[in-house]
Nanobody, 119 residues
Framework: QVQLVESGGGLVQAGGSLRLSCAAS????????MGWFRQTPGKEREFVAD????????SYADSVKGRFTISRDNARNMVFLQMDSLKPEDTAVYYC????????????WGQGTQVTVSS
C-alpha cells in the first residue's frame, strides 16, 4: 500500500521559512516524478513544484519561483520543499504527490500538512 506522509507544516511569520518533508513508502518510486501542491478553502488544488527522479528537471509555479526549493533523497524515498520568504498568501494545506502520469495527473497523494503564514 502506497503511503505519502507529509510533515513540517506549522505557523510562521511573514518572511520566515519552513521545510516540508514527504516520506514515501509502499512501492518503488524509481524513475518517477514527485511534486508538491497546495490548496486553500474554496479554491482548487494548485501546482507548486515538481522534480524528476534525477533532480535534473525541476518546475515551479510562478508564484513561488525564487522563494521555494524542491529537492529529493532517493535513497530514503523522500521529497522536500524548502520555503523561504513566506508570504500570507502562501497559507494553504500542502500536499505531496507521486508518480506523474503522461496525462499530467498524479497517482498518489499525501494527507496534507497545514502551513499558515501570519502577517
Amino acid at each position: 500500500q502506497v503511503q505519502l506522509v507529509e510533515s513540517g507544516g506549522g505557523l510562521v511569520q511573514a518572511g520566515g521559512s519552513l521545510r516540508l518533508s514527504c516520506a514515501a513508502s509502499g512501492r518503488t518510486f524509481s524513475g518517477q516524478v514527485m511534486g508538491w501542491f497546495r490548496q486553500t478553502p474554496g479554491k482548487e488544488r494548485e501546482f507548486v513544484a515538481d522534480i524528476s527522479w534525477s533532480g535534473g528537471s525541476i518546475s515551479y509555479a510562478d508564484s513561488v519561483k525564487g522563494r521555494f526549493t524542491i529537492s529529493r533523497d532517493n535513497a530514503r524515498n523522500m521529497v522536500f520543499l524548502q520555503m523561504d520568504s513566506l508570504k500570507p498568501e502562501d497559507t494553504a494545506v500542502y500536499y505531496c504527490a507521486a508518480i506523474k502520469t503522461l496525462g499530467g495527473a498524479y497517482r498518489f497523494w499525501g494527507q496534507g500538512t497545514q502551513v499558515t503564514v501570519s502577517s
